[in-house]
Nanobody, 123 residues
């Protein structure tokens, strides 16, 4: 059974950085495309970033391009999201998500989900 465990969220000020980490258990990281999805209060979940099963083809939503960086460590079975120059608009619950498909670039493609972790950015 696939399990995703997120860590690293918290409260920061605008312009600060945070790194979210997600540990995958139940499957090897190389067998899954992995990404991050976020949901702000009163809004739908939105795609943030993802890469293909082999870690290539990283893609980001336009509003985070140049500020967020996705990385994977197959030895630790961990995927991370480095978030720099955070903005209040980045405040949301962030979910680690995965799928056995080669690549997922939309929320509905992901089939495995973490419990979510809160990120709050104050202005």
């Amino acid at each position: 059974q696939v399990q995703l465990d997120e860590s690293g969220g918290g409260w920061v000020q605008a312009g600060d950085s945070l790194t979210l980490s997600c540990v995958l258990s139940g499957r090897t990281l190389s067998s899954m495309t992995m990404g991050w999805v976020r949901q702000a209060p009163g809004k739908e979940r939105e795609f943030v970033a993802a890469s293909a099963r082999d870690g290539t083809l990283p893609d980001y939503r336009d509003s985070v391009k140049g500020r967020f960086t996705l990385s994977r460590d197959n030895n630790l079975n961990t995927v991370s999201l480095q978030m720099d120059s955070l903005e209040p608009e980045d405040s949301a619950t962030y979910y680690c998500a995965g799928s056995t498909k080669w690549s997922c670039l939309i929320v509905g493609c992901f089939t495995s989900w973490g419990q979510g972790i809160q990120v709050t950015v104050s202005s």
